[in-house]
């Protein structure tokens, strides 16, 4: 039976930390009663396994542990300096990158440029944006634990469409698409105002206007430099 790891790591994302979890290692988690971001413990109302510990930040460096595991630039850039132990900097260690640049799309070297270092991106996205440089890296998409009793066949030839929280992001991108992509852009539009009003409105697939692939492409390449980078921020 495989060695149990004690696994050095940071709360950043609480939902994917929570399905991280799942592994059958230990999680050590850094914190800090100051409330500092990214330093939070294993509490909420995700029900945590036994697994998942914590660990004092001013403790750290006494630790034993056999990887450490980064998932924000910060921690990498700082913490590993200025927390870590010399023997803990030498451990196996793990960059799993949540996001996509937030610089240039295509042109933005990754932060960590460590040939010993395993570059985790969860999607195949993000591994195509970043330049990962001289760090080796890998794509291990996101999963989560599905109940026995969902099931989903497929038969119902429906979209969705819902309102977010980045309403002048969406506002901004959906006016810069209907000036450039025509009249299937402005039906999009309009399905958008509608579940920004309704809340989240169902729209069949067999009502959406026909978008040829030559079209999509034309109107993708023209919108891009109007939209600049990253294109969703209003």
């Not at 440029?113 to 794509?139: C, I």
Request: contains cysteine; aromatic residues 12%; proline residues 8%.
């Amino acid at each position: 039976m495989p060695r149990r790891l004690r696994i050095l790591t940071w709360h950043v994302h609480g939902n994917y930390l929570y399905y991280l979890s799942q592994i059958p290692h230990d999680l050590y988690l850094v914190t800090r009663d100051d409330g500092t971001p990214g330093y939070a413990g294993a509490g909420g109302a995700l029900p945590w396994g036994n697994n998942v510990r914590e660990v004092p930040y001013q403790r750290v460096p006494q630790g034993r542990f056999d990887c450490v595991l980064y998932q924000h630039r910060h921690h990498y850039l700082r913490d590993r300096v200025e927390l870590l132990s010399d023997a803990q900097r030498a451990l196996p260690a793990i960059y799993l990158e949540h996001d996509p640049p937030q610089e240039h799309p295509t042109n933005t070297l990754h932060p960590v440029q460590d040939a010993s270092v395993l570059l985790v991106h969860v999607t195949p996205f993000n591994a195509l944006m970043w330049d990962s440089g001289v760090t080796p890296w890998r794509v291990i998409e996101h999963g989560v634990i599905v109940d026995s009793q969902v099931q989903y066949s497929g038969e119902l030839a429906r979209g969705s469409a819902s309102s977010t929280t980045c309403r002048a992001g969406a506002a901004g991108w959906a006016r810069t698409c209907l000036r450039r992509c025509g009249s299937w852009c402005r039906w999009t539009w309009s399905a958008w105002r509608r579940s920004r009003r309704e809340g989240s409105v169902k729209y069949p697939i067999r009502n959406w206007p026909p978008l040829s692939r030559a079209t999509a492409s034309s109107s993708i390449r023209s919108a891009i430099p109007a939209w600049g980078w990253p294109w969703w921020r209003p």
